[in-house]
């Protein structure tokens, strides 16, 4: 399969009070995939690879969060989660989407599962890579994990820099040859836009603990984890095994925080599989 080349035109759409950027193509029933909370993420950055496969099968969207990409940048009171899924709530009403399937990377999961506990209708399916939206700890490896310190000390210091762009996407992988210059290059323009340092030079949101509330998701979710995750602790999907009522887990390998990208193919073939039948 042939990655996309580069993405489709841009098109916006109010969700609420938020101008929310997004690329779709395909058609039938709709996926919305949403990219994690690193620095300079954008959902073309984190599918790019996946979209022109997923976008045979589905009507595929891929969503700028607030505070990323081409989307605005609010500043984001009370719990972000709960912000999140209103607006991904706000953005379906805008687009005439009763119900989706999910796919979520990280922050963009954890903001899935938000979505599937305060407004159930909304998702049919949801596959979550490497989301932890639990404060647990982790028997594993040592708190915070290696790629969540990366991603705390970008705006620090100095501030943002290529080698501490390059530092944080390798320890989002297994393999940091994935890391190419022109993917730090990207990334790294996407994090010193202006509105972007602004937003991080003000206090966070705050960030939930879903834990209690896991119980209440009704979608069958997919759990997908990478052996070598250092952004979300592997045992932390574990628990969030025994929480999700309709849940399964699928384990990689050699493989970190980005399964779509580490592993491509399987992962498209597994997602599509698991999205497409009873």
């Keep these: 399969m042939a990655v996309v080349p580069s993405p489709p035109a841009s098109r916006f759409a109010q969700a609420g009070g938020v101008k929310i950027h997004y690329h779709e193509a395909g058609s039938g029933y709709p996926l919305i995939c949403i990219h994690g909370a690193g620095p300079g993420a954008t959902a073309w950055s984190n599918f790019r690879g996946n979209f022109a496969e997923l976008s045979r099968h589905f009507r595929t969207i891929l969503l700028d969060m607030p505070q990323y990409g081409k989307s605005d940048k609010p500043v984001i009171e009370g719990g972000r989660l709960a912000f999140l ?14 119900q989706a ?33 639990l404060k647990a700890g982790s ?25 501490k762009m390059r530092q944080l996407l390798e320890s989002l992988v297994s393999n940091p040859a994935l890391i190419t210059d022109d993917l730090v290059e990207e990334r790294y323009a ?89």
């Design 190 to 278: 996407s994090s010193i836009e202006p509105e972007i340092l602004e937003i991080n030079g003000k206090p966070a949101a705050d960030a939930e603990d879903l834990y209690f509330e896991l119980p209440r998701v009704k979608a069958k979710t997919m759990m997908i984890w990478g052996q070598d995750d250092r952004a979300g602790a592997l045992d932390v999907g574990l628990l969030m095994l025994r929480r999700v009522p309709d849940g399964r887990l699928y384990l990689f390998s050699k493989c970190g925080h980005w399964a779509q990208v580490e592993h491509r193919e399987e992962f498209n073939r597994v997602v599509i599989d698991f999205l497409t039948n009873a």
């Design 101 to 133: 399937h999910f796919i979520g990377n990280s922050m963009g999961g954890q903001s899935a599962l938000k979505l599937a506990i305060d407004f159930p209708e909304k998702i049919n399916r949801l596959v979550i890579i490497g989301s932890s939206p």
């Design 139 to 163: 028997i594993f490896q040592p708190m915070p994990l290696e790629a969540i310190r990366n991603i705390r000390e970008y705006y620090r210091g100095e501030g943002p820099s290529l080698p």
């Design 85 to 98: 899924a209103k607006t991904l709530r706000d953005f379906m009403e805008t687009l005439g989407i009763a």
